[in-house]
């Protein structure tokens, strides 16, 4: 079977991988490289938990195939907190307990982060629709909305 | 969406007057961080070297005979190392749960439903297993299926099990038929119930069948070795029944398998069962390597969970001054492919939340050729609430009563006897109707163009079997092991209550899910369980090391143990004579006092608390689209005590959300030749943020006499509500009220359509 070399940049690493013909991205991420933070739900774009940041664009990497990643710069869950901190969004999911199984909660926090790079000063109702295409089973979204808001405080106002 | 800005939390936090130190409390969660950083480790999430990929060939039919499966092509496919057929597991027997499970987990001599598991393949690729499978050619005979509940009742229906013979008639049939079972409840006298009330109203009620949804798809690893071991990797409710199931559809001794948990993606009752693990185990031993099988989301739809549909008939009897008196419920349920206890559920909560003189309820539990039900929060509640809480809605409005009154008005409360036979313990719903009663919510008035209803909802709660193991660590640190999966913040709960126990920072309290080889056995996540019977074991094991720990103290003191106290965290010498001992210097000098300090507790938890909830919302209903939009919305709920506040209000909202979904737009969708029309999250639509506002919450404490802490569980009784509580608001802010469930737009349309003409 053929496989096709892609190189690219994921959380600022160059790296490189061979894959299959038609094999998404997602599958990509988790196999190949092992970023199993992104996660497959549905496997057609409907739930988001397999969110990443491609070209500063929020994506569903179930949907998109892995030779299509080359030359791209990606952002996975893994890619958001530095050594020694957590990013915003990290912590305030943390301390506002908006995760309770957790499978949905990478791709939730990559969208969230795609908002706010985008808006940093959303209402909540901007909140819940950026996150419309991220579903959650668990929590009802209500302190996960409440999380993101008071991130994007926190980003905007750091201590 | 009502407000561009977020509410403060209307949360309580149960630590006010209780005097705990921990418990109440909000920790950051043990497992949090690993979670957040997309490290934790989900049953998918795991590859072994040499690891195969498994495939599973499902029925396109709903009911047919395998005249005969040929697997010759697909084993000469490429990568292609087992193919498995239902003739490679042991015979089923003739009937009973055994046979269900084993013929869930693959079909034997007929499929039941559209997706049942037919053959498997275990290959290099995902791909090749994939190829391979669809390569299997099965010969079919075709049967007549049915779909409803109204089909498979019918005189002359298809009968599905040649061998099920109504239980629960006298005397009972001798002719197979489609009800499994029939029940009955009664007290007094209905007729007579009914001829002494002032108002009685008939109505009849449908809901369908949902799944639970939860975002990870089934999935497991499993490596067999040659002496006939099993390892399993997988993400379930209880491991510990995944080892039993599995041995029992392997005809395995137990000793052979061991479950390792992996974090589980959502369960809601539906990942307390079994489909791929013995699949996986028998291709693994056949192939000699590990093998992963993962579920795709049309799978999931088509061939697990879901909760069953229902027809409800209600009549209801009350008097002018709102007393209601007499109740009579007729209650069928979808069982799926095999028999199961939904009816009896259902019949048992019906009328929960009511106290009644004349009772007469009756209920069918029907197979038919739909996947098998799967438990989903509170199984059963959330329909026979909607048909019970519709009704008094409407008497309350006839009556010209405030709904809420005119619960209290009927409230049972401890002593009086339940519908199904005891007494009531110690309840909260009268609490709860009055928080919802007092709430900012439901003083505030209604804005125009809008419908408010409120209903109650109630569920039994479980105890069951759980053991925990709790090591202290030489530096005085703590390790809590269960056999507990943790859904939804368990871990946290657990650390919290030995924090409380030993007088030790939560955060030195390392909580652990332990494998079915490291800690004793604990039934399956059920019944909202796990913080009630898991953390009993806790508390227990905790209550022996504080004796252990007294024992040290006054070894090192030489006195007597009686004179040794344990206060916040120390041994305290009672004469005064000592400086207290604290935790950490205890177990630092263990070794020479009698060695490490650990304890273990199993036990079967008695005096699980039950649970009610109340709730209100408002809505406003789109007049041109018949689109329900839910403005604001408010629960209440008895928790007993909450250990962690934050994750009871998040069960608290979850089951919510989940009832609204069930209550305006979910639906199982089945075309005439029985294939489900809607397997994937595009057709099949759950809540997403922008329908939803704010979930307001109210934790009640009543707390529950059975529990060291007072604990009642809080994981299922949310979803029961919002079926009632949304058809009432929009039966408020339409005049038009409708009892068949979803109310999605079409539904909703037609009906204010028939009501205009």
């Not at chain 1, 940093?120 to 295409?133: I, S």
């Not at chain 2, 409803?148 to 239980?167: K, Y």
Request: overall charge negative; glycine content about 10%.
């Amino acid at each position: 079977m053929s496989r096709t070399h892609v190189t690219c940049e994921v959380n600022g690493d160059a790296v490189d991988f061979l894959t299959e013909d038609g094999e998404s991205l997602l599958n990509a991420l988790r196999d190949e490289l092992g970023l199993i933070g992104a996660k497959e739900g549905c496997g057609t774009g409907d739930c988001g938990a397999c969110s990443i940041i491609m070209n500063g664009r929020l994506q569903c990497s179930c949907l998109i195939f892995a030779p299509e990643a080359g030359g791209a710069a990606i952002t996975t869950c893994e890619g958001l907190a530095s050594a020694d901190e957590l990013h915003p969004l990290q912590q305030c999911f943390l301390e506002g307990a908006a995760l309770q199984c957790g499978i949905c909660t990478p791709g939730f926090l990559i969208a969230a982060k795609a908002l706010l790079d985008e808006n940093p000063d959303p209402t909540e109702t901007e909140v819940r629709y950026a996150l419309a295409g991220n579903l959650c089973r668990c929590t009802g979204y209500d302190k996960i909305v409440r999380s993101v808001l008071e991130a994007a405080v926190q980003i905007r106002t750091p201590a | 969406m009502s407000t561009t800005e977020a509410p403060a939390s209307t949360g309580t936090n149960g630590n006010g007057a209780s005097g705990y130190r921990w418990v109440g409390t909000r920790p950051v969660r043990h497992d949090g961080l690993d979670k957040v950083a997309g490290k934790a480790r989900y049953a998918a999430d795991l590859n072994l070297p040499g690891m195969l990929h498994g495939h599973i060939l499902r029925s396109p039919h709903p009911h047919a005979r395998i005249v005969s499966i040929d697997t010759t092509k697909a084993a000469a496919m490429p990568g292609v190392k087992a193919v498995i057929t239902g003739a490679d597991f042991p015979e089923a027997p003739p009937k009973g749960a055994t046979r269900n499970l084993m013929c869930t987990v693959i079909a034997r001599d007929k499929v039941l439903y559209s997706g049942h598991a037919v053959a498997a393949v275990a290959a290099s690729t995902r791909r090749e297993a994939k190829a391979a499978a669809e390569a299997i050619e099965v010969t079919y005979e075709q049967l007549p299926h049915v779909l409803n509940i109204a089909d498979a009742m019918a005189d002359g229906a298809p009968v599905i099990h040649d061998n099920l013979l109504t239980r629960g008639v006298d005397p009972r049939p001798t002719e197979p038929s489609n009800v499994a079972a029939r029940t009955v409840y009664e007290r007094g006298d209905v007729e007579q119930g009914f001829g002494e009330a002032d108002i009685v109203i008939e109505r009849e009620f449908s809901t369908q069948a949902v799944h639970q949804g939860y975002i990870e798809p089934h999935a497991c690893v499993v490596d067999c070795d040659q002496e006939g071991k099993a390892v399993i990797w997988a993400s379930s409710q209880g491991h510990f029944m995944v080892r039993s199931s599995t041995a029992t559809v392997l005809g395995w001794d137990t000793s052979r398998i061991k479950v390792i948990p992996a974090e589980i993606g959502g369960g809601f009752g539906g990942k307390t069962t079994i489909y791929i693990e013995p699949v996986a185990a028998l291709l693994s031993t056949k192939a000699g390597r590990p093998v992963k099988i993962v579920m795709s989301r049309e799978d999931v739809f088509r061939a697990t969970g879901p909760a069953p549909g229902s027809i409800i008939k209600m009549k209801v009897g009350a008097r002018n001054d709102g007393t209601i008196t007499t109740a009579k419920a007729w209650l069928a349920y979808e069982n799926g492919a095999f028999q199961g206890i939904a009816a009896m559920l259902g019949c048992m909560c019906v009328v929960s939340a009511y106290t009644l003189d004349h009772l007469y309820v009756e209920g069918f539990d029907v197979v038919l050729n739909r996947p098998v039900n799967v438990a989903y929060r509170a199984p059963s509640a959330p329909a026979a609430a909607f048909a019970m809480d519709s009704v008094v809605d409407e008497i309350a409005a006839r009556l010209g009563m405030d709904p809420i009154d005119l619960r209290l008005h009927n409230c049972p409360s401890q002593g009086d006897p339940t519908p199904y036979g005891p007494k009531w313990p110690m309840i909260g719903l009268r609490d709860c109707l009055e928080a919802i009663r007092d709430s900012d919510h439901y003083q505030t008035a209604l804005p125009d163009g809008q419908g408010r209803g409120v209903a109650t909802g109630f569920w039994f709660n479980i105890g069951e079997a759980s053991s925990a193991t709790v090591n202290l660590n030489e530096n005085g640190t703590a390790t809590v092991i269960t056999g507990s999966p943790d859904i939804g913040g368990s871990r946290a709960s657990m650390a919290l209550m030995a924090a409380e126990e030993l007088g030790l920072d939560v955060h030195l309290i390392q909580p652990v899910v332990g494998d079915t080889e490291v800690v004793g056995f604990t039934d399956v996540t059920e019944g909202s369980r796990a913080t009630f019977a898991t953390g009993m074991a806790v508390v227990e094991a905790c209550r022996d090391l504080k004796t252990q720990l007294r024992k040290r103290a006054a070894k090192t003191w030489d006195c007597d143990v009686e004179e040794v106290e344990w206060v916040d965290g120390s041994a305290v010498h009672g004469p005064g004579e000592q400086e207290p001992l604290t935790l950490a210097a205890i177990t630092g000098n263990a070794k020479r006092t009698g060695g490490p300090l650990g304890a273990t507790a199993s036990l079967n938890a008695r005096g699980a608390g039950p649970a009610f909830s109340v709730q209100v919302a408002d809505v406003s209903v789109d007049s041109e689209t018949g689109r329900v939009t839910v403005e604001r919305y408010t629960t209440a709920q008895d928790a007993g005590t909450a250990i962690h506040p934050s994750y009871v209000e998040g069960q608290m909202q979850g089951g919510v959300v989940q009832g609204i979904g069930w209550a305006l737009n979910e639906e199982y969708i089945y075309s005439d030749d029985g294939n489900l029309e809607n397997p994937g999250f595009l057709d099949y639509r759950i809540p997403v943020a922008s329908d939803l506002p704010m979930i307001e919450t109210v934790i009640v404490e009543v707390p529950n006499p059975s529990h060291p802490y007072g604990v009642r569980g809080v994981g299922e009784v949310g979803i029961v509500p919002p079926l009632p509580v949304l058809a009432n608001a929009v039966a408020d802010a339409t005049g038009v009220r409708i009892s068949d469930l979803p109310l999605s737009p079409p539904r909703v349309l037609d009906a204010l359509t028939a009501a205009e003409s």
